[in-house]
């Protein structure tokens, strides 16, 4: 069975991206799902649910990055004041 291995150091971004990266993981990965749920919430599952779907995704993805961006900074504050250190 092959070992997954990390990347190389000299492959991975910089410390200081991590924010950016966390946000372009994130945003695909819940605004699909957010898509999926609430298009069948609204539409019902039909001929057209899959385009529907990502008819709202074109919307949401970068909408979601942004969001992630913007709320990051109150996100973690309020994990750090929840969590005991």
Request: aromatic share 12%; glycine share 2%.
């Amino acid at each position: 069975m092959p070992t997954h291995h990390a990347p190389p150091t000299a492959r991975r971004l910089p410390k200081s991206l991590a924010p950016y990266v966390f946000a372009l993981y994130m945003a695909p990965i819940m605004s699909f799902l957010m898509c999926l749920v609430i298009t069948y919430a609204e539409f019902g599952m039909h001929g057209d649910y899959l385009a529907n779907v990502m008819n709202a995704y074109r919307i949401a993805m970068p909408a979601a990055f942004v969001c992630i961006l913007a709320v990051r900074p109150l996100v973690a504050r309020l994990v750090a004041w929840s969590v005991q250190a």
